[in-house]
């Protein structure tokens, strides 16, 4: 059958938004409302007839409302056939009526999480009888409309009106799917809250991952492909997703990609002084940090200003007019930052196709999570790579130790390389970068490109000398040769800082000591692919 009169509705609802102007419209129309506990309360409060849900069973709401709604007169009037002769005998012998449409929204499971409630209430917190009506009157769509959304409402009204108190089987088919992706979702949350919170598991027998939709991109990474932005349901860390976009054109897939390498990365600064970063392919290609942030812009911009052109900026702090002002002297895609003040806005909103993303206070990038990648047939699932190290922890591995400058660039040097596609090489002076080396097959030619980059620079600036001289270079995992740390000494580095634990760990050292530089070992690796 296509279009289906509703005689009986069940609404039962945790959020009672627009619940009233639904109960009115099925009012108008005829509709019995059958209800239960807070539910039925607000309809009646509104002047609305309402038949208790314990009625309709013969039965009453019993265990603190853990029992009310599963029971056969409720399911049976949900899943019968009524086309099929039996089905409407057992109906008539057992006095079950038909229940055509179901509105439900489910007991608030993550917002108990998310806003730290002990867990027995977490644990009353999981709607039972909720997913089980909803999943009994999706599965029989051809005769019964299920709602779980209340941003549906409008379109069901609409959809009574237009068809006599009666909906199409189009629009049950669609609100059915939709249906059985709430319930997909909810106990997914569910299940990574015992998993992750409950039990500490890191991974899980079954990892139960759901997300929704937030937005249909322009196209991915190139225009032939396709992409979407899909938000994590369930709680969750502020990231570029959930940024607020003042202003400019949709964001494309490259746009977000690069924006969260970008901010993952002035993340690491978000209790330092102020810090930009400038990414370019998911690379960054200048990092800086100053007195203020209109230093720290030009001292990133000045790294490589070719590569700048085009690019996504993050900072660490509110964005001022002075700083804006700067950022808009060349094209750049798009900037991201904790807020931004009056002044600055007005600078942007002058460039209609720059975005300005506010994202609020940065992320701890010491919090735990887990990293999600597609391969073919399958997922590689690791935890974020939130290690970090301190001057502690560094070990000093050549006869002279750095100087206490050294030991800063080393560390600002160490925590750019880790957002580096590997192989990487930074070199870093005073707070900037001088030379970043990305993406290559060998360590070699990243030291190589990165030093030329620098020189490069030093060039386009008029100085008198690359950034390199005198400054620290980071590796993200160990020189596996010492000729990847000899390219470090020509460029002028005069300190290391490397993973160490290669078997030819003592050929560099012997190398570095022979060149008079400093050079310390993290002992942990940051490979990035």
Partial sequence: MDTIRINRALLSVSDKSGLIPLGQALARHGVELVSTGGTATALRDAGLAVRDISDLTGFPEMMDGRVKTL?????????????????????????????????????????????????DEIIE????GGPSMVRSAAKNHAFVGIVTDPADYAELIGELDAHGGATTLAFRKRLAAKAFAATAAYDAMISQWFAFADQQQTFPDTLALTATRADELRYGENPHQ????????????????????????????????????????????????PTVVIVKHANPCGVASADTLLDAYRAALACDSVSAFGGIVAVNRPLDGATARAMVEIFTEVVAAPDADEEARAVFAAKKNLRLLLTGPLADPARPGLKV????????????????????????????????????????????AKHVKSNAIVYAKGGSTAGIGAGQMNRLESARIAAWKAKDAADKAGWDQPRTIGSAVASDAFFPFADGLLVAVEAGATAVIQPGGSIRDAEVIAAADAAGLAMVFTGMRHFRH
């Fill in 226 to 273: 396709h992409a979407a932005l899909y938000l994590p349901v369930g709680p969750h860390a502020n990231g570029i997703a959930q940024a607020e976009q003042l202003q400019g054109k949709a964001l494309s897939y490259n746009n977000y990609n690069d924006a969260d390498a970008a901010l993952e990365l002035v993340g690491e600064f978000r209790d330092g002084p």
């Fill in 125 to 128: 917190n999981i709607d039972i």
């Fill in 373 to 416: 990648k597609t391969i073919a047939g399958g997922y590689l699932v690791q935890s974020r790579d939130n290690g970090r190290v301190t001057e502690a922890e560094l070990t000093v591995a050549t006869k002279r130790t750095p100087t206490a400058a050294e030991l800063t660039d080393c560390l600002f040097a160490w925590t750019v």
């Fill in 71 to 119: 029971h056969p007169k409720v399911h049976g009037g949900l899943l019968a056939v009524r086309d099929d002769a039996e089905h409407v005998a057992a109906m008539a012998a057992h006095d079950i009526g038909a229940i055509d449409l179901v509105v439900v929204n489910l007991y608030p499971f993550a917002q108990t999480v998310a806003r730290g409630a002990a867990r």
